[in-house]
């Protein structure tokens, strides 16, 4: 109430507003306002300072409004003012688009019209809608992203079809979580004696004649994780017979999940002479100790032979690390016999030695043949202890029939002392030439294999009349 008695609101009336605060309370309630004329001349423009969007329209002022809109938002413009001219009721707010010459200069922009003014002055209140369009942009964008992905997975699940229904094997999905079915193909609805949409949902371990207290799926997951490589035997419910499951456990969708491969017990049998599953059971089962290894010297995989020579619980912990480190002499040894097979495909009977973390060097032979997996090279490597070796089966290396006869020849002739000074000479000439054969010539790799210095294996090869070979490393 003022002094006079006059109030400000009176039954929903619009206050009293002063005029120099009228602009900034616009500014406020709206991003941009825009002051015209009748016939659509610009004379103010009011920008809120929030709106980080709307710069430099200042220039607006005395031109036409229509300077700045595009064609399209122009002939808008002009038939919504018409209609405010006209007097019409509730105009309806309209959104143009503005226009710097031919280059859009921001967003689309709401206005809604209001007479301000008995001199015809016209407030357009705009509201900036690039915070909508650029949320209906982002719909858009995820309904198109959404429809690819269910085009894709509609194309995996028809391959998936495709392929389940194309192998002869029967196939099952058990979830470990819940033990139910997930999936079967037709070869497994036959073998269960079950039609596919009657198997499916039900409970894997009720196909199968076992106690009710054995959990079946439970024993399946940690047969999967365990090192033997025998089948899951089990006896199918009623007259189905005895089944083998190679089951196979993996995890999608955060959920533990196994594929079991069933395999009727008869069928089994008659796979022996399945060349993969006897390779592969000769190399968990076989007696010599056999790695795997990259080009590079990692070791891929190697089977319980190996690991016993080394005195490791577990091939996991030697995945990955160099087979040179158990070598005697390391990088040497290993080159040499890397070298030797990828000249000649493979290499017989390299006799060195082999050394765990813990364990004392035990004197081995080895045998590496080259091997290629698709475009990489890797080395196969069957190692023997040479403990077990039969003496009599023994192809170690002995002095030349021509040296022994030149030895024998000295007996009777020549005092022990130097007999012995001449088979010393033999045996030495004989490691230093397997030594330059076995490095194809390389004097460096030649001298750390026999344990001299260089200059030492130099003097040798002059004694004896063997410098004359090429060399690599000349």
Same mark, same amino acid.
């Given at each position: 109430m003022t002094?006079?008695g006059?109030?400000?609101?009176n039954?929903?009336a619009?206050?009293l507003?002063?005029?120099?605060i009228?602009g900034d309370?616009?500014a406020?309630v709206a991003?941009v ?6 016939d659509g001349e610009v004379l103010s ?8 969007t709307?710069?430099?329209?200042d ?7 229509r ?6 938002s122009n ?5 919504r003012?018409?209609?405010?001219l006209d007097g ?5 707010p309209?959104?143009?688009n ?9 967003s689309?922009?709401?206005y809604?019209?209001h007479r301000?003014g008995p001199?015809g *002055? #016209?407030l357009?209140?705009?509201?900036d809608?690039?915070?909508i369009? +650029?949320?209906q942009?982002?719909? =858009? %964008?995820?309904?198109?992203?959404l ?5 894709d997975?509609?194309?995996f699940d ?13 196939i099952v999905?058990v ?6 079915v ?5 070869a497994?609805?036959t ?13 894997f371990q ?13 024993a399946l997951?940690?047969? *999967? #994780?365990?090192?033997?490589?025998k089948p899951?035997?089990?006896?199918? +419910?009623g007259?189905?017979?005895? =089944? %083998?499951i190679v ?6 969708a955060?959920e533990k999940?196994?594929?079991c491969r069933?395999l009727p017990?008869?069928?089994?049998v008659?796979?022996?002479d399945?060349?993969?599953s006897?390779v592969l059971?000769l ?6 100790a056999?790695?795997f290894?990259?080009d590079?010297?990692?070791i891929?995989?190697?089977n319980?032979?190996f ?5 490791v619980?577990?091939?996991?912990s ?12 390391g ?20 006799a ?17 043949t080259?091997?290629?997996?698709g475009?990489?090279?890797l080395?196969a490597?069957?190692?023997r202890?040479a403990a077990?070796i ?6 170690a ?5 021509d040296s ?5 020849e000295l007996?009777g002739s020549?005092t022990?002392?130097d007999?012995v000074a001449?088979?010393t000479?033999v045996?030495?000439?004989?490691c230093i030439?397997t030594?330059v054969?076995l490095t194809?010539?390389n004097?460096v790799?030649?001298?750390?294999m ?8 130099y003097?040798?090869l002059r004694k004896?009349?063997?410098?004359n ?6």
């Amino acid at each position: 109430m003022t002094s006079r008695g006059t109030k400000y609101w009176n039954s929903g009336a619009i206050p009293l507003i002063a005029p120099e605060i009228l602009g900034d309370i616009i500014a406020q309630v709206a991003d941009v306002g825009v002051v015209i004329s009748e016939d659509g001349e610009v004379l103010s423009v009011l920008v809120n300072p929030s709106a980080t969007t709307f710069k430099g329209l200042d220039l607006w002022e005395g031109n036409d409004i229509r300077n700045f809109l595009t064609d399209e938002s122009n002939r808008k413009f002009d038939v919504r003012l018409a209609e405010f001219l006209d007097g019409a009721e509730n105009v309806r707010p309209i959104e143009l688009n503005h226009a710097d010459g031919s280059q859009l200069w921001g967003s689309p922009v709401r206005y809604s019209f209001h007479r301000i003014g008995p001199d015809g *002055a #016209i407030l357009l209140l705009g509201r900036d809608l690039q915070p909508i369009a +650029d949320m209906q942009q982002q719909l =858009v %964008e995820a309904q198109l992203t959404l429809e690819r992905d269910y085009e894709d997975n509609r194309g995996f699940d028809t391959r998936f079809r495709v392929l389940m229904e194309s192998v002869s094997d029967a196939i099952v999905f058990v979830s470990v979580h819940t033990g139910q079915v997930i999936d079967a193909n037709s070869a497994a609805a036959t073998l269960i004696d079950r039609p596919s949409d009657r198997a499916i949902g039900s409970n894997f371990q009720s196909f199968f004649d076992v106690k009710k207290s054995v959990d079946m799926v439970q024993a399946l997951a940690n047969h *999967a #994780i365990s090192p033997s490589q025998k089948p899951f035997s089990a006896m199918l +419910d009623g007259k189905g017979g005895q =089944v %083998e499951i190679v089951p196979v456990l993996y995890r999608a969708a955060g959920e533990k999940m196994l594929l079991c491969r069933l395999l009727p017990a008869g069928e089994s049998v008659a796979r022996t002479d399945d060349l993969n599953s006897n390779v592969l059971e000769l190399y968990h089962a076989g007696p010599e100790a056999i790695v795997f290894v990259s080009d590079t010297g990692d070791i891929l995989s190697a089977n319980d032979a190996f690991l016993d020579i080394l005195h490791v619980g577990h091939d996991i912990s030697l995945r990955g690390r160099s087979f040179a480190d158990y070598l005697q002499r390391g990088t040497v040894d290993f080159k040499v016999m890397t070298e030797n097979a990828q000249r000649a495909g493979r290499m017989r009977n390299y006799a060195t030695k082999m050394a765990g973390d813990y364990g004392s060097p035990r004197a081995v032979e080895i045998s590496v043949t080259k091997l290629t997996a698709g475009s990489k090279l890797l080395f196969a490597f069957v190692i023997r202890d040479a403990a077990k070796i039969d003496p009599s089966q023994s192809k170690a290396t002995s002095p030349s029939d021509d040296s022994m006869r030149s030895v024998v020849e000295l007996v009777g002739s020549a005092t022990l002392k130097d007999i012995v000074a001449e088979t010393t000479n033999v045996v030495e000439k004989m490691c230093i030439e397997t030594a330059v054969e076995l490095t194809m010539n390389n004097r460096v790799a030649a001298a750390e294999m026999l344990g001299l210095s260089r200059q030492s294996l130099y003097v040798k090869l002059r004694k004896f009349d063997l410098l004359n070979r090429d060399t690599d490393d000349e």
